[in-house]
């Protein structure tokens, strides 16, 4: 974390602070505590702004810069420091209660974070830095210590990507990826296989879950360490002055880290019912023409009316879910109690409650429980403890 960052500040957000009634300057009150971050002199820095929402289409940001100064730098006995920052879409969407974050990064410049009172970015951010962030108004400032530093794991990658901050990947994979695929990408379920051989420092028979966590770690480790590769090639033979080659090449990259991230995780899981003897249909059509990502014990026994509804389960996967969780509702009309496996980290505790309303069971690798409160705990499931569910409903076949 000490690559990014050198320091963070947080508090929760005021009415007077988000919602001033003149001007167009704006200040973050409760400054005290940013001496020891920003020192005693008047200075602007620049500052990238980012909203973060319950759903992904509440994800704004904007470029700008805050500035530190004491409104009483002529006053021979008192000082009064203050925070100012400019109007933008990111502070236009914040209201009174939700979690600011300030980060201070190696290079001086800002990150402000502003994160929905009770949501999952929320919970994650908050679960990143390891922050306690009272109601009394002032800032809480953490220092990112070197020394008491920790690797950023697959949960800690994620939510750090959601902020924007991408985290750069190691090169001692490059020569290893370009040897396999010099012409570039191969299929998903290729890369998918090529990462499990390179790490197999863990068994899926023994621990699923710490299978599943090291398996979807490698693989975007090896995806970042070529995407990087194939687009500074891209770059470096230039756009020339044709703009929408340039917005189609960065949309194409987006797309692909999106679509990729899904069928990496739906590879791997197969992988884990393959290891476990598990009998299952992945992607098989049923009702509305839905395509559940596993069906079990497989399509065969669900088109068959014969075959007990109670005896058939299936399992949604979603790398990511925010608000589309919904969609697996929709899916496998006989089946009452649905599966869901994500890697989110840190869902909110309404919306876990929206899915236990709707018996929707939330399957995470064992690890990510950590992220979730004691309340939410109880209740979730890990992938060991799913595969065992599973067994337990009929006899597999070897």
Same mark, same amino acid.
């Given at each position: 974390?000490?690559?990014?960052? &050198?320091?963070?500040?947080?508090?929760?957000?005021?009415?007077?602070?988000?919602?001033?009634?003149?001007?167009?300057?704006?200040?973050?009150?409760?400054?005290?505590?940013?001496?020891?971050?920003?020192?005693?002199?008047?200075?602007?820095?620049?500052?990238?702004?980012?909203?973060? =929402?319950?759903?992904?289409?509440?994800?704004?940001?904007?470029?700008?810069?805050?500035?530190?100064?004491?409104?009483? %730098?002529?006053?021979?006995?008192?000082?009064?420091?203050?925070?100012?920052?400019?109007?933008?879409?990111?502070? &236009?969407?914040?209201?009174?209660?939700?979690?600011?974050?300030? =980060?201070?990064?190696?290079?001086?410049?800002?990150?402000?974070?502003? +994160?929905?009172?009770?949501?999952?970015?929320?919970?994650?951010?908050?679960?990143?830095?390891?922050?306690?962030? +009272?109601?009394?108004?002032?800032?809480?400032?953490?220092?990112?210590?070197?020394?008491?530093?920790?690797?950023?794991?697959?949960?800690?990658?994620?939510?750090?990507?959601?902020?924007?901050?991408?985290?750069?990947?190691?090169?001692?994979?490059?020569?290893?990826?370009?040897?396999?695929?010099?012409?570039?990408?191969?299929?998903? +379920?290729?890369?998918?296989?090529?990462?499990?051989?390179?790490?197999?420092?863990?068994?899926?028979?023994?621990?699923?879950?710490?299978?599943?966590?090291?398996?979807?770690?490698?693989?975007?480790?090896?995806?970042?360490?070529?995407?990087?590769?194939?687009?500074?090639?891209?770059?470096?033979?230039?756009?020339?002055?044709?703009?929408? +080659?340039?917005?189609?090449?960065?949309?194409?990259?987006?797309?692909?880290?999106?679509?990729?991230? =899904?069928?990496?995780?739906?590879?791997?899981?197969?992988?884990?019912?393959?290891?476990?003897?598990?009998?299952?249909?992945?992607?098989?059509?049923?009702?509305?023409?839905?395509?559940?990502?596993?069906?079990?014990?497989?399509?065969? &026994?669900?088109?068959?009316?014969?075959?007990?509804?109670?005896?058939?389960?299936?399992?949604?996967?979603?790398?990511?879910? %925010?608000?589309?969780?919904?969609?697996?509702?929709?899916?496998?009309?006989?089946?009452?109690? %649905?599966?869901?496996?994500?890697?989110?980290?840190?869902?909110?505790?309404?919306?876990?409650?929206?899915?236990?309303?709707?018996?929707?069971?939330?399957?995470?690798?064992?690890?990510?429980?950590?992220?979730?409160?004691?309340?939410?705990?109880?209740?979730?499931?890990?992938?060991?403890?799913?595969?065992?569910?599973?067994?337990?409903?009929?006899?597999?076949?070897?």
């Amino acid at each position: 974390m000490s690559k990014y960052f &050198e320091e963070i500040a947080a508090k929760r957000l005021s009415a007077v602070e988000i919602r001033p009634s003149t001007s167009n300057q704006h200040e973050f009150n409760g400054v005290q505590q940013l001496k020891r971050m920003f020192g005693k002199r008047r200075n602007k820095f620049p500052a990238r702004f980012i909203y973060l =929402g319950e759903d992904e289409d509440e994800y704004v940001t904007s470029d700008g810069s805050v500035t530190w100064y004491d409104a009483r %730098k002529h006053h021979p006995t008192r000082s009064e420091h203050r925070l100012y920052y400019p109007s933008s879409p990111v502070t &236009e969407a914040a209201h009174e209660g939700d979690l600011l974050v300030i =980060g201070k990064r190696a290079d001086g410049d800002l990150l402000v974070v502003i +994160a929905a009172a009770g949501s999952t970015s929320e919970n994650q951010v908050m679960w990143l830095f390891g922050l306690q962030v +009272a109601d009394s108004g002032r800032f809480s400032v953490v220092e990112i210590k070197e020394s008491r530093d920790a690797p950023l794991d697959l949960a800690a990658k994620f939510v750090l990507d959601q902020m924007g901050i991408e985290v750069e990947p190691d090169d001692q994979f490059l020569e290893l990826v370009l040897n396999n695929f010099p012409k570039g990408f191969p299929s998903t +379920a290729v890369f998918s296989a090529f990462a499990r051989d390179t790490a197999k420092d863990v068994s899926p028979l023994d621990d699923p879950d710490a299978a599943v966590i090291s398996w979807m770690d490698r693989e975007e480790v090896l995806f970042r360490t070529l995407e990087r590769h194939l687009v500074a090639d891209r770059i470096n033979r230039g756009f020339g002055k044709d703009v929408d +080659a340039f917005i189609e090449f960065s949309l194409s990259i987006q797309n692909r880290r999106k679509a990729r991230a =899904g069928f990496a995780l739906e590879n791997h899981i197969e992988q884990i019912l393959k290891d476990h003897n598990v009998r299952y249909s992945r992607g098989a059509l049923t009702e509305g023409r839905s395509r559940p990502d596993f069906l079990f014990p497989g399509k065969r &026994e669900y088109h068959d009316s014969s075959f007990p509804d109670t005896h058939l389960r299936m399992l949604g996967v979603k790398s990511t879910c %925010k608000e589309r969780w919904r969609q697996v509702l929709a899916e496998a009309d006989r089946i009452k109690a %649905k599966h869901l496996l994500t890697l989110e980290p840190g869902i909110s505790e309404a919306q876990t409650a929206e899915m236990r309303k709707n018996d929707l069971l939330l399957v995470l690798p064992q690890s990510l429980h950590a992220t979730y409160n004691p309340r939410q705990r109880d209740w979730l499931m890990d992938v060991r403890g799913f595969i065992g569910a599973i067994k337990a409903v009929y006899q597999p076949t070897d």
